[in-house]
């Protein structure tokens, strides 16, 4: 595919559960964003990769909340002991790079009861 | 850090006519500003986008201005359709790339 592709789209988890959510970049794409969107709010940035080095953390909201990507691609969004505010919809985006276009998935939309 | 503020929250128009929507930064390290559009159920869609070194950019119906001293930009839209319908969504971006979003307008074009 030529997009950005997350999955799961929906993930409902009980809370306490933890969770994997997964990102498949644009071939080529050297960056790679995750951000977090609330209902009726603007993304909020979580993390940030350049290969498969983790360069800014800051979003993070809490040490629950883990980012990978190991071999510079496909990169993994882990939430551990899901709390109800962590439902969000859970954009990754990536580039080319310095300020290029960031293209976004469709979103995994979370769920926490 | 960086804070944009994005209004109006929302914004209803006839069919063909005009729609503005703009926003502030505050952080005038910043020198990229893209414009995205988010229908429902999707993730954000780049429509236009414009760098600090440039006042005005124009594609087709859309058009973004950028005032650096007031630290400010718009987004216009002319001859709405009702496709145009959408939320969107200002940002702003330093070297870091990491784009901090505006709270978004939802625009509705009534036929």
């Known amino acids: 595919g030529a997009g950005v592709s997350q999955s799961p789209r929906y993930k409902v988890a009980k809370r306490g559960q933890d969770v994997a959510l997964r990102c498949d970049p644009i071939?080529?794409?050297?960056?790679l964003f995750w951000y977090q969107q609330a209902l009726g709010q603007g993304p909020e940035f979580l993390t940030y990769?350049?290969?498969?080095?983790?360069?800014?953390k800051s979003g993070l909201p809490s040490d629950r909340f883990f980012a990978e990507r190991p071999e510079g691609s496909v990169s993994t969004l882990k939430i551990q002991r899901t709390q109800q505010e962590d439902s969000a919809v859970y954009l990754c985006a990536s580039s080319l790079g310095g300020q290029n276009e960031a293209f976004f998935g469709q979103g995994t939309r979370l769920t926490v009861v | 850090g960086e804070n944009v503020e994005q209004h109006p929250s929302t914004l209803s128009v006839q069919e063909g006519d005009s729609a503005v929507i703009k926003c502030t930064y505050s952080?005038?390290?910043?020198?990229?500003f893209p414009w995205y559009k988010q229908e429902l159920g999707k993730g954000p869609q780049l429509i236009i986008d414009i760098r600090s070194n440039v006042g005005e950019k124009k594609d087709q119906r859309i058009a973004v201005t950028l005032n650096k001293t007031a630290k400010h930009f718009s987004l216009h839209i002319t001859e709405t359709q009702p496709e145009d319908s959408a939320v969107y969504f200002c940002a702003a971006s330093m070297a870091t790339d990491k784009l901090i979003f505006g709270t978004g307008t939802r625009l509705q074009v009534f036929p």
């Open positions: 952080d005038s390290a910043s020198n990229y």
């Open positions: 990769f350049q290969n498969e080095a983790q360069l800014d």
């Open positions: 071939s080529g794409h050297v960056s």
